[in-house]
């Protein structure tokens, strides 16, 4: 079982960046996904969920409107396409699947700064 984050980086306040999680080793279309970040110092938050088929999402309030949850099911990949960027979306960015069991990828880093 594997969970491989990508897509992250430097970007300034109000840009945006799109991460991918690439999962194999498991029936990614059985699993609801979810986004989390931890900053440091911080406890790791819930960004963002989204069903198996993608018809339900939910996110945070601290990034409703500006970030959005997807997949592709026939890539076995899960999206989070983040817009409007502030510093305080800087963390380290994981994705997850099911809750137990549960699989975690190893996470990528997101630094919003001027």
């Known amino acids: 079982v594997q969970l491989v984050e990508s897509g992250g980086g430097l970007v300034q306040p109000g840009g945006s960046l799109r991460l991918s999680c690439a999962a194999s080793?498991?029936?990614?279309?059985?699993?609801?996904m979810r986004w989390y970040r931890q900053a440091p110092g911080k406890e790791r938050e819930l960004v963002a969920r989204?069903?198996?088929?993608?018809?339900?999402?939910d996110y945070a309030d601290s990034v409703k409107g500006r970030f959005i949850i997807s997949r592709d099911n026939a890539k076995n990949t899960v999206y989070l396409q983040m817009n409007s960027l502030k510093p305080e979306d800087t963390a380290v960015y994981l994705c997850?699947?099911?809750?137990?069991?549960?699989?975690w990828g190893q996470g990528t880093q997101v630094t919003v700064s001027a």
């Open positions: 080793g498991f029936t990614f279309s059985s699993y609801n």
């Open positions: 997850r699947a099911g809750l137990s069991p549960d699989y």
């Open positions: 989204i069903t198996t088929t993608g018809g339900t999402t």
